[in-house]
């Protein structure tokens, strides 16, 4: 069965502090891996990641992915509230999306 | 600019009663997708359309049906035979599900919070 975990389910900070959030995934004929940051409403694109070992960044966040322990992680550093969010982890595979329940990160000032 | 549309943005309606749900996407993508999003249990899908007068079920199709007439408009109704529907509804589109790995993520609309009383 085709699924996504991510962990932790909840995490609070303080501001400045780095956070690494992970997802494990189990799909059948793996492709890429996408992570989104949800602030309410509509999930936003954050990363794909279709090759092992390389690191996608984007500011202060990062994304790496592991296709031989089948796993992912994105990093946060020198949070801010605005990190506040439900970050999402999906895997494509045959014509739909697999996602994890997601991490709730609050980030107090 | 291009993007997903979802209408209303808040929705409540009384037990028994069905109700659709619009979504509309100007972005030229072939795939629309219905998620619902219930807390502690991430997005789970309900259904998907490939192409125009063609759609697939999800996981949790059970209470729900769609149509696909345009390529611009997957609209989802929930039908009374869904147990329990109070959940945020996301609608989601791709230029093609597989084509996914050469950068096509899929791109959401703001959502549908629906409350049956």
């Known amino acids: 069965e085709d699924k996504v975990v991510q962990s932790p389910l909840s995490l609070v900070v303080h501001e400045g502090d780095t956070v690494t959030l992970n997802c494990s995934y189990e799909?059948?004929?793996?492709?890429?891996l996408l992570w989104y940051k949800q602030e309410k409403k509509a999930p936003t694109f954050l990363f794909m990641l279709?090759?092992?070992?390389i690191e996608k960044k984007s500011g202060r966040l990062s994304s790496i992915l592991d296709k031989k322990e089948l796993f992912s992680i994105l990093n946060i550093t020198v949070t801010q509230t605005g990190d506040s969010a439900v970050y999402l982890c999906a895997a494509p595979t045959g014509n739909q999306f697999y996602f994890g329940t997601g991490t709730s990160l609050t980030v107090i000032p | 600019d291009g993007g997903i549309t979802q209408s209303p943005k808040y929705l409540f309606r009384k037990e028994g009663q069905n109700v659709t749900l619009s979504c509309e996407q100007n972005l030229n993508h072939d795939a629309m997708y219905w998620y619902r999003q219930d807390p502690g249990q991430g997005l789970r899908l309900i259904y998907y359309s490939q192409i125009v007068n063609d759609f697939q079920k999800g996981d949790i199709a059970e209470g729900y049906s769609v149509s696909r007439e345009k390529k611009e408009s997957f609209p989802l109704t929930v039908t009374s035979a869904q147990k329990n529907p109070t959940a945020f509804y996301l609608c989601?589109?791709?230029?093609?599900?597989?084509?996914?790995?050469?950068?096509?993520?899929?791109?959401f609309g703001n959502g549908t919070r629906l409350t049956v009383t």
């Open positions: 989601a589109s791709s230029i093609q599900a597989h084509h996914v790995d050469v950068g096509s993520p899929l791109h």
């Open positions: 279709t090759s092992s070992g």
């Open positions: 799909v059948t004929n793996f492709r890429s």
